[in-house]
Structures are given as C-alpha cells and as structure tokens.
C-alpha cells in the first residue's frame, strides 16, 4: 500500500513537473518573442535616426557648396540681425509701409529664414545699432527703404523698435 501511494504521489508529482516545463516552454516563447520584437523596433528606431542625421549632414554640404558658389557670384548678402549669410532664394521677412512710387518709405525687418520664425542654433538676434539682443516674439528691426531711379533698392538701419522708441 505505501509503494501503491509512493507510485501514486511520484506519477502526480511527474505530471506537475511536466505541466510546469510547457507551461515555462511556452512562457519562454513569448518571452524570446517579445524581446526579438523589441529588438527588431530598436533596430528600426536607429535606422531612422541614422538616415535623418545623414540626410541633415547631405543638406548642409549642400548649403555649403551653393553658399560658396553665390560667393563666387558675388551674389552673397548677409541679414541684418542674424549676421548669417543668404543664399540666392532666401529673403528676409520684412514689412514696407506707404505705397511703392515714394522715394522714402518706412520698413521693419524681422529677420531671415534663420532667425525667423525660429533661431537656429548657436545664433543671435542681435540689434546693429545698440547691440543689445533683439526678443523673437515683439523684436524686430526699424529701417528706411530707399527706392532710387534705376530700380535699385537700399535699406539703411535705424535701430531696432526697442533703441528707435524716443528717435523721431
């Protein structure tokens, strides 16, 4: 009768043990599964960033080499607060007032396409006439738009809307 009970709890105990090996086997799938899936997505995510940092470094040789070649030109015009150089298609954001066909007409100016809307890094909206930095949100420059006879443009400077509040 003991043996009958031993053969009885070691064929229960066989049972559990090999219940526990599939339920851990399978246990063990999913886990393999789920870490190779993570894996695979981590992969992909550092792809992306690889792509997106080669396509950056492509876009600025490219600026470089059309920046040197407007240079050659003579073509290069740098902004007025920023100090960055404009590459031919680049125009400052800028706002005349009065009709076109006065000599003299008011014209702010608030920036180029680095400064304006948003400030690259590493640059400074800097005012030319008191030195002091210019707010992105309200700041901007305060110039006279000069339209001469031969169809040419010059714009001088008066200072930013801070430094010209008292100038009249």
Request: hydrophobic share 40%; with cysteine; proline share 5%.
């Amino acid at each position: 009768m003991f043996l009958h009970a031993f053969a009885l709890v070691d064929a229960l105990l066989f049972v559990e043990i090999k219940f526990f090996k599939i339920y851990n086997g399978s246990m063990l799938t999913y886990f393999i599964a789920a870490a190779a899936f993570a894996l695979i997505i981590f992969l992909l995510n550092l792809y992306i960033k690889f792509k997106s940092l080669e396509n950056k470094n492509s876009e600025i040789k490219a600026r470089k080499i059309r920046s040197e070649n407007a240079q050659k030109k003579g073509l290069l015009v740098s902004c007025p607060i920023c100090g960055s150089s404009l590459l031919p298609g680049e125009d400052l954001v800028s706002r005349v007032y009065r009709p076109m066909n006065v000599p003299d007409q008011l014209c702010t100016i608030n920036g180029c396409p680095h400064c304006y809307p948003r400030v690259e890094p590493g640059l400074k909206r800097i005012c030319p006439v008191c030195h002091k930095e210019i707010p992105l949100s309200d700041g901007h420059l305060v110039a006279r738009l000069f339209n001469k006879t031969e169809g040419k443009k010059h714009v001088i400077v008066t200072g930013c809307n801070s430094c010209c509040k008292g100038k009249k």
